[in-house]
Structure formats: structure tokens, C-alpha cells
């Protein structure tokens, strides 16, 4: 998936905000399946600020690689706001970054265990108060279209979190 220009935008701006913080982004990738990661590795210079990524599509990856507790996944299944925020935190604190962000949810075409196609939940960790937040996006269009703006929600969401003064 080639990434769209309006995303590799919002990902030069994240980039451009991070480095002039002295920060740096690590991203985990269930519904997008590495778009993320290959949306913020299309930015020149972007190997200051970004750390790497972690592509844990397999439920149990969440937990045997980010930590997830599983009692969590247990509960609420892969797609839910929390397991994003566990997400993100388990990467941030894997690849050693000041800010993790994470995407999970369902891209269809077809539900997933009561969960709707574009039913996407984005999760982020970090500043210096160690924050974790998570936020619902419901998207429009097919399998495609929904992994796209899950990228482009996800990194606006992080450049709202470095632009809002609340970022640490």
C-alpha cells in the first residue's frame, strides 16, 4: 500500500514537531498491518525521531510481544480502546520512545466478534508524564480506505496531542 500524500503530510509534521522536542515515535500495528510504520518511514530524515515498529496482527502477539495483559485481551478481545492504549505503551516501552501510538480494530469487509467493518480504536502513550490515551474512529469505504484513515486518524492524533501544550 503506497501511502497517500495527505498522510505522508500529517507524518512530516509529526516528525518536524518530535524532532524539534528532542523525542521520538514508536508505532504497533494490528489492523494496519505496517502502513503506519511504512507512512512514517516515507519522511526524509525521519530516522531521528522515529524508532521502529511492531506489526502484532495474531491476537496473542499483542501480549507475547507488547504485553497486553491477557486477562485484558481475555475480557474485551483484540478491538477495544484499552487494548490500544496497552498497545501503545508496550511498544513505547519495547523500542525504548518517547511516544508509542498503536491501531487496532476491524477493516472488513466482514465483522469481527461483535465488533463493525471501520470500527478502529487508535492508542498513545507518552510524554513526560507517561499519559495513555485512546480515542474511537469510525471510518468510511472498504478494507482499504479504513486501514488508510486509521493512518491518517492516527497520526492526527498525535500531532494533536504535540501541538495542544499537553503533550508532556
Given at each position: ?30 489492523l494496519t498491518g505496517g502502513a ?5 518511514t516515507a519522511v526524509p530524515g ?95 469505504g472498504d478494507r482499504a480506505a ?23
Open positions: 500500500m503506497t501511502p497517500a500524500p495527505e498522510a505522508v503530510a500529517l507524518a512530516r509534521e509529526v516528525h518536524e514537531l518530535l524532532l524539534a522536542r528532542g523525542e521520538t515515535l514508536a508505532v504497533a500495528e494490528s503506519l510504520g511504512a507512512t512514517g525521519v530516522s531521528a525521531t522515529f524508532r521502529g515498529a511492531v506489526v502484532a496482527y495474531a491476537t496473542e502477539l499483542k501480549t507475547e510481544m507488547l504485553g497486553v495483559p491477557a486477562d485484558l485481551l481475555a475480557r474485551t478481545g483484540p478491538v477495544h480502546p484499552l487494548v490500544a492504549a496497552a498497545m501503545a505503551a508496550g511498544v513505547r516501552g519495547l523500542l525504548g520512545s518517547t511516544y508509542g501510538l498503536a491501531t487496532t480494530g476491524v477493516a472488513g469487509p466482514d465483522p469481527q466478534a461483535g465488533h463493525a467493518p471501520a470500527e478502529v480504536y487508535l492508542g498513545l502513550a507518552g510524554g513526560e508524564r507517561l499519559r495513555l490515551l485512546h480515542r474511537r474512529v469510525d471510518l468510511k479504513v486501514r488508510s484513515g486509521a493512518v491518517v486518524a492516527g497520526l492526527g492524533f498525535l500531532r494533536e496531542i504535540l501541538t495542544d501544550g499537553n503533550a508532556g
